[in-house]
Nanobody
Framework: QVQLAESGGGLVQPGGSLRLSCAASGSIFSIYAVVWYRQAAGRQRGAVAA???????EYADSVKGRFTISRDSAKNTVYLEMNSLRPEDTAVYYCKCGGNWGQGTQVTVSS
């Protein structure tokens, strides 16, 4: 079974940036789409960005223009570049691929 591991979360001030990484233990990103989700405390998990096998991307309206999803197939890694962060972006961020989930990484946006 392929394992996914997120990293790159942390505490950042409003307006700041972070880059999250989702590393896979195998070469599945060329087979399945990858979706970044987030879950804030007391709220349901929701998708924020996706990239399909062909490299096409989609974003939730709340992050369009601020977040960018990309893939490095050679490194079996998908990234989520997050700019102009807002307090409402605070959440645990997860990546999902082929039915597999990572453990999540906490992003906190606060002054």
């Amino acid at each position: 079974q392929v394992q996914l591991a997120e990293s790159g979360g942390g505490l950042v001030q409003p307006g700041g940036s972070l880059r999250l990484s989702c590393a896979a233990s195998g070469s599945i990103f060329s087979i399945y789409a990858v979706v970044w989700y987030r879950q804030a405390a007391g709220r349901q998990r929701g998708a924020v960005a996706a990239i399909d096998r062909g490299g096409s991307t989609e974003y939730a309206d709340s992050v369009k223009g601020r977040f960018t999803i990309s893939r490095d197939s050679a490194k079996n890694t998908v990234y989520l570049e997050m700019n102009s962060l807002r307090p409402e972006d605070t959440a645990v961020y997860y990546c999902k691929c082929g039915g597999n989930w990572g453990q999540g990484t906490q992003v906190t946006v606060s002054s």
